[in-house]
């Protein structure tokens, strides 16, 4: 008895100094980072893997992935293992590129509270496979900046942060900052591209001439422009040049017959179920977009929220929110599955999928983002894995959607030379998957290892860190 036990402590300390020779390689961390970090090692090879590439390409099974230095330097099936790479076997798993968010805010609504998200956000975005989000629309701009700074410099875990500053609308609003001349619009997006913001962001309330002052002001520093629109429909906002338009048909006052300039309609919505989705009108809206290079930000997981008793409860959702999240959340909900028999929301979001679909099929540019924020029931990262499978269900093929989810939001940022491809020389941000999302989409969930800067990441842990805080931090 004594003896084995001595056997085994050979044994443990055996493998706890093989494990030391390879920690001398491994990167110092701080601890906020190194206590979720499972793979810090220069040289690494996962091997074993299904790799889904993000370009399009049909998946490879049975494939070896080899990253030096947080790069991709090898990627196939014949791909030969480097002397001294630490090997991660990972037959039944599969990879595919870090998920870049472009509607990803790190703040959370429900219908009683609005947050800043600033501990659980994140976390939830890396642990569930987001390395890029584009916070498109800031309750909190400075803890934004403040989060990206701390990211940039490897003193907290979390994706890599595109700051849009803070929403810019007309009229009247709680928090939002109003721009009412275009004067304006310009001093704001100056003060705020001078802070570190990288996109702005207008909302429902801006007019043509402060939009025009917002655009021009943002190119003239190489700066991007997206919006939630409604007083300026897509078509006008394409011809004054804005870069991107968030959510598709639920957001677009093309169609609405009585439309006035600079106004909301009142009738937006029976015009979303009105217009002949084959129809010209349309087509006039995609051809502009897509003549423009005018990507559209996909959000169908927020938006799927308001549709009566979907998505189906999701235990895992439920049990890290704070109770009293949890329990806003559950009321409104309940509210809406109240409205089953009347409600106008499922059809409005079978005809906005099919918008997505018909935009891509049409040559359109389509990334995607969660938006977490409306009830309460799209939580930052687990959102962003649920809108693969809202996409597939709008007829995407699964490979279709994960591009959708990965390069195409790359390219929207301008990145794609960097990142959002598995392919040598790009950053190794890669997301491992115990399971085969392709052949069920759910299967995005089992998010295991998240690969960024070099670092394997414990998912689980991460996502596991924020259990009863989501909603109050
Ligand atoms: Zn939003």
């Excluded at 049909?58 to 090898?74: F, H, S």
Aim: charged fraction near 20%.
């Amino acid at each position: 008895m004594r003896r084995a036990t001595f056997a085994l402590l050979t044994a443990a300390l055996v493998l706890a100094l093989a494990g030391s020779a390879r920690a001398q390689a491994a990167r110092e961390l701080p601890e906020a980072v190194g206590r979720y970090v499972k793979v810090n090692a220069p040289l690494v090879a996962l091997t074993g893997v299904q790799v889904v590439d993000g370009t399009g390409n049909a998946p490879l099974a049975n494939a070896t992935i080899v990253i030096r230095d947080g790069v991709i330097e090898a990627v196939g099936v014949d791909v030969d293992i480097p002397a001294g790479a630490e090997v991660l076997n990972l037959t039944g798993h599969t990879v595919i590129p870090g998920i870049v968010g472009l509607h990803d805010h790190t703040f959370y609504t429900t219908a009683g509270r609005r947050i800043q998200a600033t501990e659980t956000a994140p976390k939830l975005y890396l642990g569930s496979g987001v390395t890029t989000i584009r916070t498109t629309g800031s309750y909190h701009p400075y803890s934004e900046l403040n989060l990206k700074r701390a990211v940039d410099a490897g003193e907290l875990p979390g994706p890599r942060v595109h700051v849009t500053g803070p929403y810019l609308t007309g009229g009247v609003s709680s928090y939002m900052t109003i721009v009412n001349d275009p004067e304006e619009a310009r001093r704001v997006v100056g003060y705020w591209a001078d802070e570190g913001a990288t996109w702005f962001k207008v909302y429902t309330r801006i007019s043509r001439a402060e939009l025009a002052a917002v655009i021009d002001e943002a190119h003239r520093r190489g700066l991007k422009v997206t919006g939630h629109i409604c007083s300026v429909s897509f078509r006008e906002a394409v011809e004054l040049g804005i870069d991107n338009l968030e959510h598709g048909l639920f957001t677009n006052s093309d169609y609405a017959a009585d439309k006035q300039p600079d106004e909301c309609p009142q009738n937006l919505t029976a015009s979303l179920l009105d217009v002949d989705l084959d129809g010209p009108e349309v087509q006039a809206t995609f051809r502009d977009m897509i003549d423009h290079d005018v990507a559209m930000t996909s959000t169908v997981a927020i938006y799927e929220t308001f549709v009566p008793n979907r998505p189906p409860l999701d235990q895992r959702m439920l049990d890290l929110m704070a109770p009293e999240a949890r329990e806003e959340y559950l009321a409104t909900r309940a509210e809406i599955a109240a409205t089953a028999d009347s409600s106008a929301w499922p059809e409005l979001f079978e005809r906005a999928q099919a918008y997505e679909r018909a935009f891509v099929a049409a040559g359109g540019l389509l990334a995607a983002g969660v938006d977490p924020t409306g009830i309460g029931g799209a939580l930052a990262g687990l959102g962003d894995q649920r809108n693969l499978e809202l996409l597939v269900e709008a007829g995407f093929t699964p490979v279709e959607a994960i591009q959708i989810m990965t390069a195409n939001g790359a390219k929207v940022l301008g990145e794609y030379d960097r990142y959002g491809s598995i392919e040598p020389g790009k950053l190794a941000e890669l997301v491992v998957i115990d399971g085969d999302p392709v052949a069920r989409p759910a299967e995005i969930r089992n998010v295991t290892l998240v690969f960024k800067d070099g670092l394997g990441y414990d998912a689980p842990k991460l996502v596991e860190s924020t259990k009863g805080i989501v909603g109050i931090r």
